[in-house]
């Protein structure tokens, strides 16, 4: 039976590198994203396989409405992440938090319920959740509201892999750093780049490629592995 993914931040980085995986097995991929041009850009490279959605996962009307829109799916990879802006202990932003566990939580969690609404069974049905290194290690300095995100998400996939078991597998990866635009952020400048690197003991960031490696053999090739997360992380902690 062809599987049918639903990616959500499948327009950049790692979430359209696994779209590329899907559609390279004969699968279809459906792409959520915020960005619309880059969305459409990448459905256009993809192919009649890949078919795309503006939404934005941290808009519950949102995620309702494309939910019900939902052509039987049968896996989910919720990708769709954002870093936030750098904060300091003693100026948080609730606000600043707020966006960032309701992008990257709750918007996860709804994504998740708008799919298993939707969904039809598979023999290999699964979720992969990405999550991060940082949700095991808190995160880069000023980051911490992201590694609290990342290390939700690694709690929700172990509560998933419980309730949904045996019918739908759900596995997290934790990436360390992996060359997308997120990283801009953290890593503006050259000498930022080679300092981090330097800290990997595989001696350089990952490709999107890598990570979507490992979420292929998640979702079509791990039947007895349900509640897992696996770092792919170049070694780093
Ligand atoms: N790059 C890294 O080093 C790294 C490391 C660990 C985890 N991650 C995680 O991997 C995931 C993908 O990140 P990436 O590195 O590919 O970054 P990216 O910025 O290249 O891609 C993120 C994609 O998500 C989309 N997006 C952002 N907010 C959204 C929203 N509210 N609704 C729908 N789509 C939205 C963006 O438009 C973009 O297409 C994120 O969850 C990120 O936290 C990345």
Redesign the pocket.
């Known amino acids: 039976m062809n599987a049918a993914v639903l990616i959500?931040?499948g327009?950049?980085?790692?979430?359209r590198a696994v779209a590329e995986r899907v559609v390279a097995r004969g699968a279809r991929a459906i792409l959520?994203?915020?960005?619309g041009a880059?969305l459409e850009a990448t459905c256009a490279d993809l192919g009649p396989l890949a078919d795309g959605r503006v939404?934005?996962?941290?808009d519950a009307t949102a995620v309702a409405e494309a939910g019900k829109a939902l052509n039987a799916p049968t896996h989910l990879v919720n990708?769709?992440?954002?870093?936030g802006g750098r904060m300091d202990w003693q100026a948080i932003d609730p606000v600043e938090v707020s966006r960032i566990l309701a992008?990257?939580v709750t918007?996860m969690m709804q994504v998740t319920s708008a799919f298993l609404n939707a969904r039809v069974a598979h023999p290999q049905a699964s979720i992969v959740n990405?999550a991060?290194i940082?949700g095991e290690n808190g995160g880069a300095p000023g980051f911490a509201s992201y590694g609290a995100s990342?290390g939700a998400i690694l709690a929700l996939t172990r509560a998933l892999a419980r309730d949904l078991a045996p019918e739908v597998r759900v596995n997290a990866l934790a990436?360390?750093?992996?060359d997308?635009?997120?990283?801009s952020a953290v890593l503006g400048s050259a000498e930022a780049r080679t300092q981090a690197e330097a800290g990997i003991p595989m001696g350089r960031m990952g490709t999107?490629e890598e990570v979507a490696e490992a979420a292929d053999w998640l979702l079509f090739k791990a039947s007895y592995a349900t509640g897992e997360s696996l770092r792919i992380a170049g070694g780093r902690r």
């Open positions: 959500t931040g327009a950049s980085g790692i979430g959520w994203d915020v960005s880059a939404v934005d996962v941290g990708n769709a992440g954002i870093l992008i990257n918007g990405i991060s940082a990342k990436p360390g750093i992996i997308t635009p997120i990283q999107p």
